[in-house]
C-alpha cells in the first residue's frame, strides 16, 4: 500500500461546477500538505500549501486537511476549462530533509465548456 | 527569474546504454530533488542534494545516481537502461527557509528506453 492513495480518475465535469479532489494517507507524522498542478508536457505548480489541521483558501481553491481521519482535500469552486490538469497531492514528514515528499499519483480533471 | 532548466527535453535510448540528465536550479537555491514519474507509479522520490552533498536517497537500485556541482547545478545518470526506465524526470530545486513550503519543478526530460 502506498502511504498516499488518490484516485486518478480521470474527473470530468461541465464548466462552473465544483470539484471536489481527495487523498488519504497512512503515515501520522506527515505535517505539511500540498496540492499540485501538472498541465501537460509541463512540470508539477505548487497550488496551495497547508501546515497541519485546517482549511485554507486562495480564491477559487480551498484546501482542507484532517488529520484525525487522515484525509485532504482540494475543492475548486466556478471551475473552468483552464483547470483541466492533473491535481497531485503531496505531503513531508517534520522529520525528513526538505526535499523529500510524498505523492499521490494525480487526479486527471477535464473542465469542458 | 529564470525558472529550473533541465537538458534535454527529450531523450530517446536503447537498453543497456546509459543516459545523464541535466537540472540548473533556480539561481540562489542550494537545494535539488529528483523525481521519476511514470502513469502507474506516480511521483517517486529519487534522491536530494544540497550544498553538493546527497541528503536522502529513495528506494531505486544502484543504477541511478546523481551528483551535484558548486554552482547547485545537479546531474542525474542512469547506466545499463532497462525498459521500465522510460519515465518523465523531473528535477525541482528550493531555497532552504521557505515558508511557503514548496519546491519549483522544472517541465522535466521524457527518457524513451526502446
Known amino acids: 500500500q502506498k502511504e498516499v492513495e488518490q484516485d486518478p480518475g480521470p474527473l470530468s465535469v461541465p464548466e462552473g461546477a465544483i470539484v471536489s479532489l481527495n487523498c488519504t494517507y497512512s503515515?501520522?507524522?506527515?505535517?505539511?500538505f500540498m496540492w499540485y498542478r501538472q498541465y501537460s508536457r509541463k512540470g508539477p505548480e505548487l497550488l496551495m500549501y497547508t501546515y497541519s489541521s485546517g482549511n485554507k483558501e486562495d480564491g477559487r481553491f480551498t484546501a482542507q486537511v484532517d488529520k484525525s481521519s487522515k484525509y485532504i482535500s482540494l475543492f475548486i469552486r466556478d471551475s473552468q476549462p483552464s483547470d483541466s490538469a492533473t491535481y497531485l497531492c503531496?505531503?513531508?514528514?517534520?522529520?525528513?530533509?526538505?526535499?523529500?515528499?510524498?505523492f499521490g499519483r494525480g487526479t486527471q480533471l477535464t473542465v469542458w465548456p | 527569474k529564470a525558472g529550473v532548466t533541465q537538458t534535454p527535453r527529450y531523450l530517446i535510448k536503447t537498453r543497456g546504454q546509459q543516459v545523464t540528465l541535466s537540472c540548473s536550479p533556480i539561481s540562489g537555491h542550494r537545494s535539488v530533488s529528483w523525481y521519476q514519474q511514470t502513469p502507474g507509479q506516480g511521483l517517486q522520490f529519487l534522491f536530494e542534494y544540497f550544498s553538493e552533498t546527497q541528503r536522502n536517497k529513495g528506494n531505486f537500485p544502484g543504477r541511478f545516481s546523481g551528483r551535484q556541482f558548486s554552482n547547485s547545478r545537479s546531474e542525474m545518470n542512469v547506466s545499463t537502461l532497462e525498459l521500465g526506465d522510460s519515465a518523465l524526470y523531473l528535477c525541482?530545486?528550493?531555497?532552504?527557509?521557505?515558508?511557503?513550503?514548496?519546491?519549483?519543478f522544472g517541465s522535466g526530460t521524457r527518457l524513451t528506453v526502446v
Open positions: 503531496a505531503m513531508k514528514d517534520r522529520g525528513s530533509t526538505l526535499g523529500r515528499l510524498y
Open positions: 525541482a530545486s528550493s531555497s532552504t527557509g521557505t515558508i511557503n513550503y514548496g519546491y519549483t
Open positions: 503515515n501520522s507524522a506527515f505535517q505539511y
